[in-house]
């Protein structure tokens, strides 16, 4: 299974592009939707999920109406998700994938996710793009994420997700480095270093410490988890210079989202 994930500027036309979906035969089991700005009440009306991983906040679960998300009536997966993300906010989860980006497996209000939800919390979702995921639902945007089953699938998506006006993940992270790059080039230059030569170095190390699995991990914490992902670049100043400044930003991401000034 392969990952196809769209960025679209409202939920509205996440669902429009959901429904084209379903007619060009994708099945509601492989389509997941994210979306930003789940009511208050949706998120805590609904009992605390024994699963709940640390960090998640006070409110996860709430699976909506059974199999039927609450996706503008789209019948999506097994379970829609309402619950609060930190660094994110409020969000509604519709499709197994989409439930378990966050973590949610087993039983969630009383519902079960699905064996794939319970033996991993991100099926065929790739480590390096879930911050993207997160940032794109930050920014108000909403998701798409179909499991596409081979190549020529993944492609006809991608066709369609682009038709229906979505910015692809890859166009949506160029599009978040660009913004940054200026204030990395000025941090990494005013130390006597090339941001020219090494911005390929430095990114791979920023966006390193994006990754959930080594969030708020120091360089030495998460030294063998790098040295296996990373092998060849690892011990470059220029990845280490970018992990730390990784660091700082997901940080102040998490602070911002959790309403911290």
Not at 84 to 93: D, E, F, H, K
Not at 118 to 126: K, Q, V
């Given at each position: 299974?392969?990952?196809?994930?769209?960025?679209f500027q409202s939920a509205?036309?996440?669902?429009?592009?959901?429904?084209?979906?379903?007619?060009?035969?994708?099945?509601?089991?492989?389509?997941?939707?994210?979306?930003?700005?789940?009511?208050?009440?949706?998120?805590?009306?609904?009992?605390?999920?024994?699963?709940?991983?640390?960090?998640?906040?006070?409110?996860?679960?709430?699976?909506?109406?059974?199999?039927?998300?609450?996706?503008?009536?789209?019948?999506?997966?097994?379970?829609?998700?309402?619950?609060?993300?930190?660094?994110?906010?409020?969000?509604?989860?519709?499709?197994?994938?989409?439930?378990?980006?966050?973590?949610?497996?087993?039983?969630?209000?009383?519902?079960?996710?699905?064996?794939?939800?319970?033996?991993?919390?991100?099926?065929?979702?790739?480590?390096?793009?879930?911050?993207?995921?997160?940032?794109?639902?930050?920014?108000?945007?909403?998701?798409?994420?179909?499991?596409?089953?081979?190549?020529?699938?993944?492609?006809?998506?991608?066709?369609?997700?682009?038709?229906?006006?979505?910015?692809?993940?890859?166009?949506?992270?160029?599009?978040?480095?660009?913004?940054?790059?200026?204030?990395?080039?000025?941090?990494?230059?005013?130390?006597?270093?090339?941001?020219?030569?090494?911005q390929h170095l430095y990114?791979?190390?920023?966006?390193?410490?994006?990754?959930?699995?080594?969030?708020?991990?120091?360089?030495?914490?998460?030294?063998?988890?790098?040295?296996?992902?990373?092998?060849?670049?690892?011990?470059?100043?220029?990845?280490?210079?970018?992990?730390?400044?990784?660091?700082?930003?997901?940080?102040?991401?998490?602070?911002?989202?959790?309403?911290?000034?």
């Amino acid at each position: 299974m392969e990952a196809v994930a769209g960025v679209f500027q409202s939920a509205e036309e996440a669902r429009a592009a959901v429904a084209q979906l379903r007619v060009a035969g994708f099945s509601p089991d492989d389509i997941n939707l994210l979306y930003p700005g789940a009511s208050e009440q949706q998120i805590h009306s609904v009992p605390v999920s024994e699963t709940e991983q640390p960090g998640m906040g006070s409110a996860i679960g709430g699976v909506v109406g059974g199999a039927l998300g609450l996706a503008g009536g789209f019948e999506l997966g097994t379970a829609a998700v309402s619950l609060l993300v930190p660094g994110v906010g409020p969000v509604m989860a519709v499709g197994i994938a989409a439930a378990a980006l966050f973590g949610i497996g087993g039983v969630v209000g009383g519902a079960k996710l699905g064996a794939t939800a319970e033996e991993e919390s991100t099926p065929g979702l790739p480590a390096d793009e879930i911050f993207f995921y997160e940032d794109a639902l930050r920014r108000g945007r909403s998701l798409i994420i179909v499991m596409a089953n081979g190549k020529g699938e993944a492609e006809r998506v991608r066709e369609l997700l682009a038709e229906t006006g979505a910015e692809s993940i890859d166009a949506a992270r160029e599009a978040w480095w660009i913004g940054l790059r200026d204030a990395e080039k000025e941090h990494y230059s005013t130390r006597g270093h090339s941001f020219e030569e090494d911005q390929h170095l430095y990114r791979e190390g920023f966006e390193a410490a994006l990754r959930r699995d080594l969030r708020g991990k120091s360089f030495d914490d998460a030294e063998d988890s790098l040295r296996a992902e990373y092998p060849d670049i690892c011990d470059t100043p220029a990845f280490r210079s970018g992990y730390e400044r990784g660091r700082v930003y997901i940080t102040s991401q998490e602070n911002v989202g959790a309403g911290v000034r």
